[in-house]
């Protein structure tokens, strides 16, 4: 085998490497995140590039923003975050779905604010952008820069395609992994208080006993709050007053029979009717009639 073939042979194997090495990152990395730091290293080390930027559509899709990087020390320091208008260049690759070759991507950055304090540095540069999408979604754009001199291969820009395709699955799979994670939250967050309505409920039909239907529901409200204390006062409609029928404490004090009733104002009688809770700090209940604290 010659040494042209041996080299082409050489390179082809790199790519194919590259390749596995992308696959293998989004089969194990579960966040986006971790899968495109797991990319950066393949994106740098397949072809000699200068910089690589992944841009990702904002909420409303008028914008790009900056998710992650990987570049030469000396390249321009465009930070995670970076804001820029679908304008331009990648208005263009977006609306196309295309790559798009840029001579001097020095040019393109001083249509971005943003970027134009580093376009000086940049000059000469030359660059592809490529869609970042799949069937289903356009998540934005991989940009990628070449040093000065160096020229894009058709080799290197069918496999940056092919890596651009790759991110895109990752973006894909990871949100909707972030997806399932937000809805298994909800999900835990409205079964727990169901969960206490139903053992409450069950209470109140198991026990024959009221004062034992409230030590049952003490427990149950101590079991998901981790409470310190809870208190019942029921109302009397005839004298209008409030008596305390459990004062219940988990270092087993229980019920305390001998608290005294407390005489109900309208003001007091209003607000029971309208049903509303009431917070009280500390500050709040030290200032409460000494009885009542």
């Not at 290293?41 to 930027?53: I, K, M």
Request: with cysteine.
């Amino acid at each position: 085998m010659s040494g042209g073939a041996a080299g082409e042979k050489t390179a082809t194997d790199g790519r194919y490497r590259a390749l596995l090495d992308a696959s293998i990152a989004i089969a194990e990395q579960p966040t986006v995140k971790a899968v495109l730091q797991s990319l950066r290293g393949v994106l740098s080390s397949t072809c000699t590039l200068h910089g690589a930027h992944l841009w990702v559509l904002t909420g409303d899709g008028s914008q790009l923003q900056v998710m992650e990087f990987d570049r030469e020390t000396d390249a321009p320091p465009i930070q995670t975050g970076t804001t820029i208008s679908c304008i331009g260049a990648v208005a263009q690759v977006l609306e196309e779905q295309k790559p798009l070759f840029i001579p001097d991507i020095s040019i393109e950055m001083f249509k971005h604010p943003v970027l134009a304090p580093f376009a000086a540095d940049s000059v000469g540069r030359s660059t592809y952008v490529f869609p970042v999408s799949t069937a289903h979604n356009r998540y934005g754009v991989l940009v990628v820069t070449k040093d000065r001199g160096d020229e894009f291969l058709a080799e290197d820009v069918d496999l940056l395609r092919s890596l651009a395709s790759h991110a895109a699955v990752a973006l894909e799979s990871a949100l909707a992994t972030d997806r399932a994670e937000h809805y298994q939250r909800e999900l835990a967050q409205e079964r727990d208080p169901l969960r206490l309505l139903l053992e409450i409920n069950n209470d109140v039909v198991s026990q024959l006993e009221m004062s034992d239907v409230f030590r049952a529901v003490s427990a149950s409200i101590r079991a998901y709050f981790g409470n310190d204390f809870t208190g019942i006062w029921l109302i009397n409609r005839e004298s209008h007053q409030l008596q305390s029928v459990l004062l219940d404490f988990p270092t087993g004090k229980g019920v305390l029979a001998d608290v005294a009733p407390k005489d109900l104002t309208e003001q007091d009688l209003n607000n029971f009717r309208a049903r509303q809770p009431e917070f009280w700090s500390v500050a709040e209940i030290e200032k409460l009639p000494p009885p009542d604290r």
